[in-house]
């Protein structure tokens, strides 16, 4: 794979990432549920596998920020596949704004697999791991 492919693989990674931390930030369910393939699965420790457009539409709603909140998401490894796959690590930190500001929630990591669709990159898994 030549340089500007991986260049360009890590560019449309990390605009996926950016653009779901944001929507959901903010609250934007179907902006978020747009960025993933549609039999997408999400992992969040202590729950079932959310899989598929309307049940990640279900659970994303269900999250929606009562209070402002930040996902801080850094040190991004993007790493291409062979084929239309490639995969991320990035280390992240919860932020809520409450009475005294903000505060950190809690720390974790993305596990993401990402699938070439039409050109641009979608979600098709988040394992999301929380740090002690």
Not at 19 to 43: F, I
Not at 52 to 70: D, M, N, S, V, Y
Request: net charge negative; hydrophobic share 40%.
């Amino acid at each position: 794979m030549s340089e500007s492919t991986q260049a360009w693989v890590a560019a449309g990674v990390r605009a996926v990432i950016g653009a779901h931390t944001q929507a959901q930030d903010a609250g934007r369910t179907d902006d978020v549920v747009a960025l993933y393939t549609p039999d997408g699965v999400l992992e969040i420790p202590g729950m079932d596998p959310v899989q598929g457009h309307e049940a990640l539409r279900a659970a994303f709603k269900g999250w929606a920020p009562t209070l402002p909140q930040l996902h801080m998401v850094s040190n991004t490894v993007v790493s291409p596949a062979a084929g239309d796959e490639a995969t991320a690590v990035s280390d992240v930190v919860f932020f809520q704004r409450g009475e005294a500001g903000w505060a950190p929630q809690v720390a974790g990591r993305y596990e993401d697999t990402f699938r070439r669709v039409d050109g641009g990159w979608l979600l098709r898994r988040r394992v999301t791991t929380y740090q002690a």
